[in-house]
């Protein structure tokens, strides 16, 4: 791929992702949605697909990978997935790491891993704020199919497609 330094390599970690969460634990001290232990252990039952980067010597990011059963910590629920569809959740580039196409090309290869094991339908989860990771997404192929807010009026959970349709659960959407 031009334009990526040759420092960087990408692992794919599904039954052992030891080598992932002992980092994703330190720095989850700073940012908090890192290491949330309700999503740790169903990935790890549920057989998702962590990915770590790397650049030289070091973990620079990661991207979560749901499969079946995933927490999604926004919406403080598990959403159980179709067959053949995985479901990007989360995608981080450590700060000092940025502006080196390192998210990109993760997010390509990704794809390609995924892809090679059968997955037809392969979604993503990015907050309208977070213009750098829309950008990426969006530079590799993925189309923006609705906008979904989560929120609880009397402890009862609402979500909203789109800004303004109601909807029961996240599972409409997903068909």
């Known amino acids: 791929m031009p334009g990526l330094d040759p420092k960087a390599e990408i692992d794919f970690l599904i039954d052992d992702k030891q080598a992932l969460i002992p ?5 989850g001290k ?17 057989g998702h697909v962590f990915v ?21 910590h926004d919406f403080g ?3 159980t997935f179709p067959p053949e569809t995985a479901f990007i959740y989360d995608t981080f580039i450590l700060p000092d790491y940025r502006g080196n196409n390192l998210s990109f090309y993760a997010v390509i290869k990704t794809l390609s891993f995924l892809k090679e094991r059968n997955y037809k339908r392969i979604l993503c989860h990015i907050e309208g704020w977070n213009v750098a990771s829309l950008k990426v997404f969006r530079k ?9 807010r989560f929120s609880r009026i009397l402890g009862l959970p609402i979500f909203l497609k789109n800004g303004y349709r109601p909807m029961a659960s996240i599972r409409s959407i997903l068909g």
């Open 52 to 72: 770590r980067i790397s650049y030289g010597e070091k973990t620079a990011g990661y991207i979560k990978v749901g499969v079946n059963g995933t927490y999604i």
């Open 77 to 79: 629920r598990i959403v």
């Open 30 to 46: 700073k940012f908090t949605w890192m290491h949330i232990e309700r999503e740790l252990q169903l990935a790890d039952s549920e």
């Open 23 to 27: 980092w994703l634990k330190c720095h």
């Open 140 to 148: 590799s192929g993925f189309k923006e199919i609705c906008s979904i």
